[in-house]
Nanobody, 116 residues
Framework: QVQLVESGGGLVQPGGSLRLSCAAS????????MGWYRQALGKPRELVAR???????NYADSVKGRFTISRDNAKNTVSLQMNRLEPEDTAIYYC??????????WGQGTQVTVSS
């Protein structure tokens, strides 16, 4: 079992910044992928960004150049720095952990609202 605890999120004005963090604990594999997904009201959940063991990354086209994902392997944490936020970024953001050994786990989600 893997537990994910998210922090960050909240209300921010357009153009502002927020930082999300997620800490994984439990049966952590040596090789795993961590990432962030989001789900806006009435829309399916979508990938925002993910980071692999060798620190390679994937980003959704809509956040490239604005969001940065990073991880601390010693602490089993992943962070998402979100800059130049837009109203379209409003969603519940979910932390995701995936490994071939442990399977896939989700955090409970944190609300991000971009509004003036």
């Amino acid at each position: 079992q893997v537990q994910l605890v998210e922090s960050g999120g909240g209300l921010v004005q357009p153009g502002g910044s927020l930082r999300l963090s997620c800490a994984a604990s439990g049966s952590i594999s040596r090789s795993y992928i961590m990432g962030w997904y989001r789900q806006a009201l009435g829309k399916p959940r979508e990938l925002v960004a993910r980071i692999f063991n060798a620190d390679s990354t994937n980003y959704a086209d809509s956040v490239k150049g604005r969001f940065t994902i990073s991880r601390d392997n010693a602490k089993n944490t992943v962070s998402l720095q979100m800059n130049r936020l837009e109203p379209e970024d409003t969603a519940i953001y979910y932390c995701n952990y995936r490994s071939s050994v442990a399977g896939e786990y989700w955090g409970q989600g944190t609300q991000v609202t971009v509004s003036s």
